[in-house]
């Protein structure tokens, strides 16, 4: 009971720690204590501000790409792509599942599932998305030793694709990716509660398909991906300083020194403005 309570709320709240769940927990009347949240989620391999279990441990010996974006605006289709790894609880056991996001439209071009966090569903998810879309021009990953592997960023490198990466523990710089994960499982996993990876896979697919074709969304203006990414109208998306957003301009926060906290990515609003991140994640 507690997992489930915890690993909804963590969905809901990504930026929550062990001591916030807590608080959580006992307002639902539970007498629990912070060690015992602490190893709970420890079985989840969840942590405040990360996605799911263990899903972004880098590798040692991987290279390390800096991040890009600082106050970039996404003005069109395939301009930055993105991807990440979340989780979804079966009866038996975890499933990973992996997506290709594209930044202007919010379109998911390509997903796998796998019961492994090897690299090959993702490298196969990448690859599914550039055979159907082309190309973008930065591909925008974390620093999961998924995404660092050679087999990876070799197909991004072999078709001249900038790479930019999230720093560590960052959840908000893919701010579109999480709130994807978010949607996936609250409009669906958490209600039809799949019992096995077959069933998980045939509703997915039927997720995806109203997620970019039929699903009005609230940042694109009540427009789908679908219809956006295909007009190239009505998308895009502000990489800022989350501090000073309000008070500098674009060429301005593109040439804040890189000592400064980098930016986290908020959609633009139709009068240039970007929305409140509350907004987002409503």
């Known amino acids: ?27 639902l009347g539970h007498k629990i204590n912070r060690k015992r949240v602490q190893r709970l989620m420890g079985i989840l391999g969840l942590a405040g501000m990360a996605p799911g279990p263990n899903t972004s441990r880098p590798h040692p010996q991987h290279k390390i790409y800096p991040y890009l974006l600082r106050g970039v605006n996404v003005i069109r289709p395939n301009q930055v792509w993105s991807t990440d790894i979340t989780y979804i609880r079966l009866p038996r056991g975890f499933v990973y599942l992996v997506a290709v996001i594209d930044w202007y439209s919010r379109k998911v071009l390509s997903w796998r599932l796998s019961n492994t966090l090897d690299s090959g569903f993702c490298v196969d998810c990448l690859e599914q ?26 197909v991004l490198l072999k078709e001249g694709i900038t790479i930019s990466m999230d720093g560590r523990g960052r959840a908000l710089d893919n701010i579109f990716v999480e709130r994807l994960w978010r ?46 990414y295909r007009t190239a109208s009505g998308g895009g998306a502000r990489f800022v300083n989350k501090y000073s957003e309000k ?36």
């Open 183 to 228: 949607s996936v499982k609250h409009e669906d996993v958490y209600l039809k509660g799949y019992a096995t990876m077959p069933d998980l896979l045939i509703g997915l697919t039927e997720y995806f398909v109203l997620y970019n074709m039929e699903r009005p969304h609230q940042s694109l203006g009540y427009e789908t991906p679908d219809q956006v």
């Open 247 to 282: 008070e500098k301009t674009h060429p301005e926060i593109e040439t804040k020194k890189e000592t400064e906290n980098r930016g986290s990515a908020v959609p633009l609003h139709e009068e240039g403005y970007p929305l409140k991140l509350d907004a987002l994640l409503s």
């Open 129 to 154: 998305a550039l055979q159907a879309y082309g190309t973008p021009e930065i591909f925008n990953p974390d620093q999961g030793c998924q995404f660092t592997s050679e087999a990876f960023t070799g």
């Open 1 to 27: 009971m507690f997992l489930a309570l915890i690993d909804a709320e963590y969905t809901r709240h990504p930026f929550y720690g062990s001591r916030k769940i807590k608080i959580y927990l006992r307002g």
